[in-house]
Structures are given as structure tokens and as C-alpha cells.
T-cell receptor, first 115, second 116 residues
Framework: GAGVSQSPSNKVTEKGKDVELRCDPI?????LYWYRQRLGQGLEFLIY????????KSGLPSDRFSAERTGESVSTLTIQRTQQEDSAVYLC?????????????FGPGTRLTVL | AQTVTQSQPEMSVQEAETVTLSCTYD???????LFWYKQPPSRQMILVIR??????QNATENRFSVNFQKAAKSFSLKISDSQLGDAAMYFC?????????????FGKGTRLSVIA
């Protein structure tokens, strides 16, 4: 079946512009996660959704970052007034449920470059 | 907060040989999961193997196996009969089993090169 998909694959933007990153989870997966991967680093957690509710927003680095999810489907991560330090790969993952044993399946990520 | 440390930024192995990637973690919890993910140049994170902390037996998946030492908080990955397709970044990750949904905590990764 189809895996997690993300769009766009690559995004180049100018400092100060807003960007929207999209994630389509695996059908039927109730949990969805956003991570950020800076160059040469591991992944850092940003936010997760349980259905369309976001119980844990603790990883969002600033109020310029926001995310929403429609039902148990598509999620968008929005970065307003982008800064150069926002340049990174943004990875989305989904899992069937919300227990720790549920495997997270990752998408290919969106590489964001802020000039 | 939990932390995951991968002390080897880069490793290399000859094709068909065996290589071990190191991972240590810090936690005060007793119930958790540990994972190894592979990230090829395509960027997509692929689950290689997972270990439940309550299980004493080390997990194995074909050519991949782990050495889980709970007391030492160590979780190394052994790749046997290395293949060119094993070349990638490998990330060790921790996930708490407590209090509902928790994110994965990742190490900084080890870049594995496979030499033909």
C-alpha cells in the first residue's frame, strides 16, 4: 500500500516568506508526527497529532511554527517569516495508534532552504 | 529528559564483513523501546530493528542484530555480511513506554560506508 508522502520534495524560499509543508499519512493511521533534521544532526521532535488534536506542541521552536491536521488525514506545517536557521529537512511520520509499541513510518521529507 | 548518544560519526566496512554501530542512552525509566533506523540518500527513514526493554533476548532481523545491555544502557547494532545497499546513515532512537504517546528521541547518527 501507499506509504507516507510529503510535498514539496524541495522548497527554496527567501527569508521572511511563509511556507507550507504537507504530509499525507498512511491511510488509517491515527497518529502523525513532525520532526526536523538539521544538516548533520539527528531528528528533533516538533509536534504530534492524535486524530486532529495536537496534545503535545512542546517541540515547536517558536511561535512562527504552527501545524494543523484535517481529521485523520493530511497535515500541514506552516512556518511564517522564515529565517535562515529554519533551513532543514522536515520529516513526517505516521503510526497506526498512539501506544509506544506502534511503529512510526516516515515520509521522504521536505528539504527547506531559506536564502 | 532522555538522551541518545552515537559516538561514531562515521564507520566503514568491507563488503561481506561484519560491523557494529554503537549507541548509548540515558533514562531513568524502566519501560521503553529502542530502535535502529536507516536513512539512505533518499532521506526516507526505514526501521531496521526494534527492541522492547522488558525483553532480555536480543532482537534479530536477518543480517541485523542488536546487543542490548539494559544495565549499561547500551544498544549496539551488528550488521553481518555487509552489502553495498547497507551504506546509509543509521540512527539509534529511544521511545518511552510511559504516559501515552511519546515522540522518538534520536541520536545524531552514524554514517556507514561499505567498501566493495
Amino acid at each position: 500500500g501507499a506509504g507516507v508522502s510529503q510535498s514539496p520534495s524541495n522548497k527554496v524560499t527567501e527569508k521572511g516568506k511563509d511556507v507550507e509543508l504537507r504530509c499525507d499519512p498512511i491511510s488509517g493511521h491515527t497518529a502523525l508526527y513532525w520532526y526536523r533534521q538539521r544538516l548533520g544532526q539527528g531528528l528533533e521532535f516538533l509536534i504530534y497529532f492524535q486524530g486532529n488534536s495536537a496534545p503535545d506542541k512542546s517541540g515547536l521552536p517558536s511561535d512562527r511554527f504552527s501545524a494543523e491536521r484535517t481529521g485523520e488525514s493530511v497535515s500541514t506545517l506552516t512556518i511564517q517569516r522564515t529565517q535562515q536557521e529554519d533551513s532543514a529537512v522536515y520529516l513526517c511520520a505516521s503510526s497506526l495508534g498512539v501506544i509506544a509499541a506502534d511503529t512510526q513510518y516516515f515520509g521522504p521529507g521536505t528539504r527547506l532552504t531559506v536564502l | 529528559a532522555q538522551t541518545v548518544t552515537q559516538s561514531q560519526p562515521e564507520m566503514s566496512v568491507q563488503e561481506a564483513e561484519t560491523v557494529t554501530l554503537s549507541c548509548t542512552y540515558d533514562t531513568s525509566e524502566s519501560d521503553y523501546y529502542l530502535f535502529w533506523y536507516k536513512q539512505p540518500p533518499s532521506r526516507q527513514m526505514i526501521l531496521v530493528i526494534r527492541q522492547e526493554a522488558y525483553k532480555q533476548q536480543n532482537a534479530t532481523e536477518n543480517r541485523f542484530s542488536v546487543n542490548f545491555q539494559k544495565a549499561a544502557k547500551s544498544f549496539s547494532l551488528k550488521i553481518s555480511d555487509s552489502q553495498l545497499g547497507d551504506a546509509a546513515m543509521y540512527f539509534c532512537a529511544y521511545r518511552s513506554a510511559h504516559s501515552g504517546n511519546t515522540p522518538l528521541v534520536f541520536g545524531k547518527g552514524t554514517r556507514l560506508s561499505v567498501i566493495a
